[in-house]
């Protein structure tokens, strides 16, 4: 089966870095994405990784390794509205959509 | 402002009602999603329309009937749900259906209660 693995919980300080791990097992690949969602908010697009590397967004980062099937999200100089859940989702290679069902990020100030 | 709108964004149902949940997109999409999301469980795809066809059902129960009079509009329609129905709806629009980049653009969700 398909299956996206993201830790359920995480938290983090004011100011601090943290980084958000997804690993994955799907049937093929065709990128992945992160999201993030506010508490009873919509999921917005933050980042989209097809090729190995480091992809840099201002505070934001997103990481991705085919071959171990694993990405992470690295956010850097943490602000307390970053406080949300981050969702990882792959493509397969049907083109469908595997989410994770994302990690919840506590700040603490 | 995410281009996607739904309403309502609350509901609070019976299990003998019927309603329906409804989401436009402002952005000249071809595709159209709904989704179901519950606590601490992955988003689950039910719909895909694509030029206002159905592209994908994924053995979504018959009590929700999606219809896509165009492309700017998708509808969930409910009737006889159960308690287990309760969740986030969300509605997304993507430029088209497959392939690459195609990032998806969701609406606020609506928060279903079914008593």
């Known amino acids: 089966g398909q299956n996206i693995d993201q830790p359920t919980e995480m938290t983090a300080t004011e100011g601090a870095i943290v980084q958000i791990n997804c690993t994955y097992q799907t049937s093929g690949f065709n990128g992945l994405f992160w999201y993030q969602q506010h508490a009873g908010e919509a999921p917005t697009f933050l980042s989209y990784?097809?090729l190995d590397g480091l992809e840099e967004k201002g505070r934001f980062s997103s990481f991705l390794s085919r071959s171990k099937g694993y990405s992470y999200l690295l956010l850097k100089e943490l602000q307390m509205k970053d406080s949300a859940s981050y969702l990882c989702?792959?493509?397969?290679?049907?083109?469908?959509?595997?989410w994770g069902a994302g990690t919840k990020l506590i700040i603490k100030p | 402002e995410t281009g996607v709108t739904q309403t309502p964004r609350h509901l609070v149902m019976g299990m003998t009602n019927k309603k329906s949940l409804k989401c436009e997109q402002h952005l000249g999409h071809n595709a159209m999603y709904w989704y179901k999301q519950s606590a601490k469980k992955p988003l689950e795809l039910m719909f895909v329309y694509s030029l206002e066809e159905r592209v994908e059902n994924n053995s979504v129960p018959s009590r929700f009937s999606p219809e896509c009079p165009n492309s700017s509009h998708l509808f969930l329609h409910l009737h006889t749900l159960q308690p287990e129905d309760s969740a986030l709806y969300l509605c997304a629009s993507s430029p088209r259906p497959a392939g690459g980049a195609n990032e998806q653009f969701f609406g606020p969700g609506t928060r279903l209660t079914v008593l």
């Open positions: 989702a792959v493509i397969d290679s049907n083109y469908q959509l595997i």
């Open positions: 990784n097809v």
